[in-house]
């Protein structure tokens, strides 16, 4: 089981302010803005004194560090007063924008850290490029806050060993904690990222990743679902045409069609189309009266990967991890 939940839980706060003052360290503020901006300060210089990486310890990729908002991270705190509620929050988004930085600065992703900042961490759309994502959430045990490391290429997270919460070295060995998390991640260590559940529709079964709800789901922005049906027609290649048919009457723009290795007996294709807000993918195996589709769509950052060059582009080195394992999973039963 996945051992964080979605932003549920508030973990005890850093330092608080209270009867007027407010801490930050070892040091009192008679505003919280001042606290705030001592932080800000120190974690400014801190920052700017991690060491760089060499080039062959740096991990391969782009990464994108996924930080929950000022009022999500308000939201979660219950049973205190809106100052205190908005001064504890704002230690934790400075905190977790500071520890990005330190991976950024550290060279730590050999094609850098994006930092994003949204009201929904666990549902928002990660970039199809991203072999590394950075999640700064509740622990689900005991609720304190955890950096987490997933690696979308091995469908795998783990959590990051604690950050020291002083000292001059303290992003240094964050980043070092950063890079212990990921050689286990690539020596299988961890939990899975997403989970996938078997999805069944008359003849057709996938594997498809999220809050699977009938026969579709939803992961981290991209939406997926599946649809299987049996009729008399016993032309695999007729069975084709009428599945790709299927598509077209969602309303998108039919793209192009890419024949893929298929079992004896069966004809398997991948086909794009556009929509004016988004792209959806599909993946159609079709038998003698049977026919399975697999599918994805959602915005098209989310789905190709900048690989791509072309609408032709529908190999696996083009589509996101979750996405062409989803596709890929299509099976008629």
Not at 157 to 183: K, M, N, S, Y
Request: glycine letters at 10%; a neutral charge.
């Amino acid at each position: 089981m996945n051992p964080f939940r979605p932003l549920l839980v508030v973990a005890t706060a850093l330092l608080a302010g209270c009867g007027g003052s407010w801490s930050w360290r070892d040091r009192s503020y008679p505003l919280p803005e001042q606290a705030l901006a001592a932080q800000s300060r120190d974690l400014d210089r801190e920052v700017a004194g991690v060491a760089p990486l060499l080039d062959e310890d740096r991990l391969p990729g782009a990464a994108v560090a996924v930080l929950a908002s000022r009022t999500t991270l308000v939201g979660l705190l219950r049973g205190v007063d809106t100052q205190t509620a908005l001064f504890r929050s704002g230690l934790r988004a400075n905190e977790a924008a500071a520890g990005a930085q330190a991976a950024h600065r550290a060279g730590l992703f050999a094609a850098g850290v994006a930092t994003v900042v949204v009201d929904r961490p666990e549902r928002t759309l990660v970039p199809a490029d991203a072999r590394w994502v950075l999640l700064y959430l509740p622990r689900a045990q005991d609720g304190t806050m955890q950096w987490w490391l997933i690696g979308t290429e091995l469908a795998r997270g783990i959590e990051v060993p604690e950050v020291p919460a002083a000292g001059e070295d303290r992003f240094d060995r964050f980043v070092d904690g950063l890079q212990t998390a990921a050689r286990a991640l690539q020596a299988g260590q961890g939990f899975a990222r997403p989970g996938w559940t078997a999805v069944a529709r008359g003849p057709a079964g996938a594997e498809l990743p999220g809050r699977v709800d009938g026969y579709a789901s939803e992961f981290a922005g991209i939406q997926y679902d599946l649809f299987g049906d049996a009729n008399p027609e016993q032309d695999p290649q007729r069975q084709m045409s009428a599945a790709v048919e299927v598509l077209t009457r969602l309303g998108g723009r039919p793209g192009p069609r890419m024949d893929l290795a298929s079992a004896p007996g069966e004809s398997r294709c991948r086909v794009l189309l556009t929509f004016p807000d988004r792209v959806l993918v599909a993946e159609i195996v079709a038998a003698p009266g049977r026919v399975g589709i697999a599918y994805a769509q959602g915005p098209a950052k989310g789905l190709r990967t900048p690989q791509v060059r072309s609408e032709r582009d529908l190999a696996d080195e083009h589509l996101a991890p979750p996405v062409r394992r989803a596709l890929a999973s299509l099976r008629l039963r």
